[in-house]
């Protein structure tokens, strides 16, 4: 018999709108965090501008040097725009029985 537990990972989608001058600093929070599977950057009317995948061991080793480029992109990105809106895709894994 195997004894492991099994894990189920739920996904939920959370959205916040920031000023773009924060945005770089918001981001970097977001993945501190470690439950963040994805970041959707959309403009203030809704027109995608940038998805950013994170992967596990990019969010558990907290490895900012993988994302530096990005995290470059955004600042440019940030000086041009007022307002974004960030789609936080996040997971959870809890035991299933």
């Not at 470059?72 to 029985?97: H, P, Q, S, Y």
């Amino acid at each position: 018999m195997n004894n492991k537990s099994k894990k189920e990972e739920r996904t939920w989608i959370e959205e916040i709108e920031i000023a773009g001058s924060e945005l770089v600093e918001r981001v970097k929070e977001l993945v501190k965090e470690g439950n963040v599977r994805r970041l959707i950057i959309r403009n203030s009317s809704g027109d995608l501008l940038m998805e950013i995948p994170l992967t596990a061991g990019v969010m558990v080793g907290g490895a900012f040097t993988i994302v530096a480029p990005v995290l470059a992109a955004l600042g440019a990105m940030a000086a041009l725009l007022a307002k974004v809106k960030v789609e936080i895709v996040r997971i959870k894994e809890e035991d299933k029985e």
